[in-house]
């Protein structure tokens, strides 16, 4: 079993930028696809961006297209979000999470594991 744990959030500016890490333990992350959701105050849970680790995919929605990048580390244990040019919208609660795949998971329902979550706001 995984455990995931977010961190990296905070206060910023529009335009700012901000990294965000996912860690890992209990298991290597290999085998995974691990994405990050994002939801801000009355609204539902959305797909941000995901990679699968086994072949290195990407792929992320379409508000945060040329701002974000998902990457992943050596030691198999954290990925990381880079978020760039970030706006007021950006603000959110963002989680990471994992599900066994070899392809890069879009879809909330095919992630097993998911972190705690850590505020992203982003003033104007």
């Known amino acids: 079993q995984v455990q995931l744990a977010e961190s990296g959030g905070g206060l910023v500016q529009a335009g700012g930028s901000l990294r965000l890490s996912c860690t890992a333990s209990?298991?290597?992350?290999?085998?995974?696809?691990v994405g990050w959701f994002r939801q801000a105050p009355g609204k539902g849970r959305e797909f941000v961006s995901t990679i699968n680790w086994s072949n290195g995919a990407t792929y992320h929605a379409d508000p945060v297209k040329g701002r974000f990048t998902i990457f992943r580390d050596n030691a198999r244990t954290t990925v990381f979000l880079q978020m760039n040019s970030l706006k007021p919208e950006d603000t959110a609660v963002y989680s990471c999470a994992a599900g066994r795949s070899t392809y890069a998971l879009t879809q909330e329902r095919m992630y097993a594991y998911w972190g705690q979550g850590t505020q992203v706001t982003v003033s104007s």
């Open positions: 209990g298991d290597t992350l290999t085998t995974y696809s």
